[in-house]
């Protein structure tokens, strides 16, 4: 009797064990260093500057882009490091797009993608004060630590005039404004090979102004 009772304990352990071993399917798989933290967009950005990576217009790298952007729409593509830039633009009376019958753009500010995606994010939206300003983003650039975006609107005298906002990317992913000038007198300039927009990057060319005529744009994070 008491040999079978040895030999039923010891089965009852045995099974026990193998139970314990047993994971649940449900339970997610631990990672290797639990304080291990994706960083945001931003956040790598100014990592990047601060680690002195370039950034370059580049060419464009033909990811697929938002349902309610037209291709027409993209305007300047941009490369640090492994992240991509796209400004999209929407018609005023400083730039003239050729977009399909009928549609009306509702959107201007800047994709980002990453090195490996296939579509384009949302990372930021321009909103105007008033419908007519027609704010638009012209230009990105490195100045010391701070990665810049250009923004003119069309409240100038014409042919190409707009007041520009010059903003800066936070650390904490928003803008924050660091300039105001007259744009467009300059823009035909050799220096800029007649590029309209990267000629908004040349701000000794601009005329400075003071920061009222710059409150009427918002630049909305969409991460």
């Known amino acids: 009797m008491k040999h ?21 399917k449900d339970v997610p798989k631990q990672t290797e260093n639990k304080n291990e933290v994706e960083l945001s967009i ?32 993209m305007n300047k593509y941009f490369k640090i490091g492994d992240i991509l830039f796209a400004l999209v633009v929407r018609n005023s009376m400083n730039v003239v797009l050729t977009l399909p019958t009928g ?16 579509k384009w994010t949302k990372i930021l939206e321009i909103k105007d004060s008033v419908a007519t300003d027609e704010n638009n983003p ?33 650390e904490t992913g928003n803008w924050d404004i660091k300039g105001c000038y007259y744009f467009g007198r300059h823009y035909s300039d050799p220096s800029t090979d007649g590029d309209y927009f990267a000629s ?7 005329t400075p102004q003071s920061i009222e005529p710059c409150n009427n744009a918002q630049l909305i994070p969409l991460f």
């Open 103 to 118: 549609f009306v753009p509702s959107f201007a500010g800047v994709l980002v993608a990453e090195k490996g995606q296939t």
């Open 42 to 73: 931003p956040t790598r950005i100014n990592q990047l500057i601060a680690q002195g990576a370039a950034l370059e217009e580049i060419n464009d790298p033909g990811l697929t882009i938002p349902a309610d952007i037209d291709g027409g729409q």
């Open 4 to 24: 079978r009772i040895f030999i039923v304990f010891i089965v009852i352990i045995f099974f026990l064990n193998g139970c314990s071993a047993v994971q649940p």
């Open 138 to 170: 012209y230009y990105l650039l490195i100045d010391g630590n701070n990665l810049l975006l250009t923004v003119v609107d069309q409240n100038g005298a014409g042919s190409g005039e707009g007041i520009m906002k010059v903003f800066a990317l936070n």
């Open 200 to 206: 908004s990057a040349d701000f000794s060319k601009q």
